[in-house]
């Protein structure tokens, strides 16, 4: 029985009085007279009519991403049937693919520390297979060395460039190192002055000699889809246009060195003996494949009084560095055995490589980007460590720029001074005809000066002895403007600070990567990177599938922008950790590479989550567990974070990694003279 009351009466009735109406009990799930479905979010589970019977349904089953349904014929249990609030999301917990998967494992803080292990074991595992691969090559290198060198001990017959008399000839009838000037990249590749040096003026012919040249710029310059498949690369993968740019630069050498031992006449050259033979000039390079050189040799038919006169001019002599001050090609100076053999006939061969390895320690750590304030460290390690040991055994080497192009392009590199210093200024007076002006100037207006200016003006190294009188001074260089030698300029205290700064749009990236001095701790540090490339890895995974979940769209931006940055690190870094010989730093510096490039990847990340979750916040919330579920989702910075700091470590670690293995002799970094020079047998 239901209780109704009457109701009004039609055209001014009585109003009804009350009564009963007969009818049946709901079934469950309905109520009210006429048996309508409790509302969305209750449920009945009695028989019966009444209102309250509607019971709201339980909370706790109800994932924050779900809201409670209709239900035709109305809802009989407490476990009210729900849908996610997205079809996105994954029935029953309304969870994404990625959390499906942590839950898995029983949330977040086991799934991390049971990965964490997962991983350590994986290293420890990949440490024990590297130590064991590398440690086996490099004893099978040994081993086939030894064994090419007793192949050696049998009779045959010896080309003449295998005979060590050979060596000693070209020691003795070297005139002149001529550098190449340029940084050898495709808009400005090597090219070398017209007019000969005076080192090499008595024994080229000078009309013949500028042929020469031309010829030779054409063969060093690059055709013009090299460039652009390098600028291509460059903007889609960087580290493979780096690969790329150094095999065209291998070629180019390769090149150079062909076609002036084979396709050239040294018709240039006034012996005719070198002419016959072709055994004038050679052409070499530093092994970075940044500076290239032609030395010229006497050829043997010359006039006794000749000869000794231009060996006697072979210092000063300036020798360039390699690299160009980035990640990738650090500062150094390349001694190779010519001029080991040449600097010996003046300083043991032992001081003149300690001094080589203890410069290239130094030079390592300059950055071109920060140039004015990184050399003077290396200023003053030549005045404290260098200096003192060399004067002692007559010789002294002075920083310096050298062959500044139009570009504003210019090289680092030492000049070095044999014998008494008085000898170079001796000569003034011939010069100062000629350079008088430039014999006189002074430090503070060369100091103001650019670089574009200073390298305008022709030096001469006959004003040495005057430069070293006074540290205020520009120290000048040995040349005539008429002869086309090297141009350049001394680097003290003062100097230093005109030296020209070039930045570009990769500037940002030497801020992350730079060369650092060594830290030791080699196999540890190996076993943490190891470890962290697994991490990367898996965060990298984590973190594709949580975008491949928010849109296709977002998934490939973040994959392909830059392509193949994002998963091209692991391999990377495997090929780094594995590698064996000399070209492990290499490997390990491309590996820093493709870590660094594929920032842009999380960047993209970042944008994408951005615009993604800024964008469905804004929209207005009409249900409790719609507002709850945006708050779970404003977490999806947190992978790209992490990733984001797994990058910046793996830089450092690869960073010192590379310290190492280039630097293994910490002594070189000594503070204490006497103790770096205690080690020069080593």
């Given at each position: 029985m239901t209780s109704s009351s009457g109701g009004a009466g039609d055209g001014g009735g009585l109003y009804g009085e009350e009564g009963t109406v007969t009818g049946q009990k709901c079934p469950k799930g309905l109520f009210g007279t006429f048996c309508k479905e409790c509302p969305i979010g209750t449920y009945n589970d009695v028989e019966g009519s009444n209102a309250s019977l509607c019971t709201p349904c339980s909370l706790e089953i109800l994932p924050n991403r779900a809201s409670f349904i209709y239900v035709r014929g109305g809802v009989t249990q407490s476990s009210c049937p729900y849908k996610c609030i997205s079809e996105k999301y994954r029935m029953p917990n309304c969870y994404t693919p990625l959390e499906e998967l942590i839950y898995t494992f029983w949330g977040p803080w086991p799934f991390a520390l049971l990965l964490s292990c997962v991983l350590v074991l994986i290293a420890l595992l990949l440490s024990t297979l590297r130590i064991k691969f590398v440690r086996s090559g490099s004893s099978d290198h040994t081993a086939n060395a030894i064994e090419r060198q007793s192949h050696h001990h049998l009779p045959y017959l010896l080309s003449l460039s295998e005979i060590r008399g050979t060596r000693a000839e070209e020691t003795q009838s070297h005139v002149h190192r001529m550098y190449f000037m340029g940084p050898n990249i495709f808009r400005e590749p090597w090219h070398l002055p017209y007019s000969p040096p005076n080192a090499i003026i008595e024994i080229v012919y000078e009309d013949s000699f500028n042929r020469f040249i031309d010829e030779i710029n054409s063969v060093a310059a690059y055709d013009w889809w090299e460039g652009s498949v390098h600028s291509i690369l460059s903007v889609l993968a960087y580290p493979c246009a780096w690969s790329w740019e150094q095999w065209r630069r291998r070629n180019k050498i390769h090149r150079l060195q062909e076609f002036v031992k084979s396709e050239y006449d040294h018709s240039c050259l006034r012996s005719c003996r070198s002419r016959a033979l072709y055994k004038g000039m050679k052409v070499g390079a530093t092994p970075d494949l940044m500076v290239a050189y032609i030395d010229f040799f006497l050829g043997g038919d010359e006039k006794r009084l000749d000869m000794v006169a231009i060996i006697q001019n072979r210092f000063p002599m300036c020798l360039i560095f390699g690299g160009d001050g980035s990640y990738m090609s650090p500062y150094n100076l390349h001694s190779d055995m010519l001029l080991t053999n040449l600097l010996g006939q003046h300083v043991p061969a032992t001081v003149w490589n300690r001094l080589v390895a203890g410069l290239n320690a130094q030079l390592r750590t300059v950055r071109h980007g920060s140039i004015r304030s990184?050399?003077?460290?290396?200023?003053?390690?030549?005045?404290?460590?260098?200096?003192?040991?060399?004067?002692?055994?007559?010789?002294?080497?002075?920083?310096?720029?050298?062959?500044?192009?139009?570009?504003?392009?210019?090289?680092?590199?030492?000049?070095?001074?044999?014998?008494?210093?008085?000898?170079?200024?001796?000569?003034?007076?011939?010069?100062?005809?000629r350079n008088h002006d430039e014999c006189t100037r002074k430090a503070g207006a060369a100091a103001q000066?650019?670089?574009?200016?200073?390298?305008?003006?022709?030096?001469?190294?006959?004003?040495?002895?005057?430069?070293?009188?006074?540290?205020?001074?520009?120290?000048?260089?040995?040349?005539?403007?008429?002869?086309?030698?090297?141009?350049?300029?001394?680097?003290?205290?003062?100097?230093?600070?005109?030296?020209?700064?070039?930045?570009?749009?990769?500037?940002?990236?030497?801020?992350?990567?730079?060369?650092?001095?060594?830290?030791?701790?080699?196999?540890?540090?190996?076993?943490?990177?190891?470890?962290?490339?697994?991490?990367?890895?898996?965060?990298?995974?984590?973190?594709?599938?949580?975008?491949?979940?928010?849109?296709?769209?977002?998934?490939?931006?973040?994959?392909?922008?830059?392509?193949?940055?994002?998963?091209?690190?692991?391999?990377?870094?495997?090929?780094?950790?594995?590698?064996?010989?000399?070209?492990?730093?290499?490997?390990?510096?491309?590996?820093?590479?493709?870590?660094?490039?594929?920032?842009?990847?999380?960047?993209?990340?970042?944008?994408?989550?951005?615009?993604?979750?800024?964008?469905?916040?804004l929209q207005p919330s009409q249900e409790a567990n719609t507002s709850n579920a945006k708050r779970e989702d404003d977490r999806w910075w947190l992978l790209p974070t992490i990733l984001l700091?797994?990058?910046?470590?793996?830089?450092?670690?690869?960073?010192?990694?590379?310290?190492?293995?280039?630097?293994?002799?910490?002594?070189?970094?000594?503070?204490?003279?006497?103790?770096?020079?205690?080690?020069?047998?080593?």
């Open positions: 990184a050399l003077v460290p290396v200023i003053n390690w030549i005045r404290s460590h260098g200096n003192p040991q060399l004067e002692f055994h007559g010789v002294r080497i002075e920083l310096g720029w050298f062959q500044a192009t139009a570009t504003g392009y210019y090289q680092l590199g030492i000049l070095v001074v044999v014998g008494d210093y008085s000898l170079y200024s001796s000569n003034q007076s011939d010069l100062s005809d000066r650019s670089l574009q200016k200073l390298h305008q003006s022709p030096y001469t190294s006959h004003s040495l002895q005057k430069l070293h009188q006074s540290p205020y001074t520009s120290h000048a260089l040995s040349r005539k403007r008429t002869s086309g030698g090297i141009n350049g300029g001394l680097i003290n205290d003062a100097t230093v600070k005109s030296l020209d700064i070039r930045k570009d749009f990769l500037y940002p990236l030497s801020l992350l990567l730079h060369n650092t001095r060594p830290v030791g701790l080699e196999d540890t540090l190996q076993l943490l990177i190891s470890i962290m490339l697994l991490a990367d890895c898996s965060v990298t995974l984590l973190t594709l599938l949580q975008f491949y979940w928010v849109s296709l769209g977002a998934f490939l931006a973040v994959l392909l922008i830059l392509p193949l940055s994002l998963l091209s690190p692991f391999p990377a870094g495997m090929n780094a950790l594995f590698s064996r010989g000399p070209r492990r730093a290499s490997h390990s510096r491309i590996y820093a590479l493709w870590n660094s490039t594929s920032l842009s990847n999380i960047v993209v990340a970042f944008i994408c989550g951005i615009c993604h979750y800024g964008l469905s916040s700091l797994f990058k910046l470590i793996q830089a450092r670690f690869v960073d010192w990694h590379v310290a190492n293995l280039e630097v293994p002799d910490f002594s070189l970094f000594s503070s204490d003279p006497d103790t770096f020079w205690a080690n020069e047998s080593s």
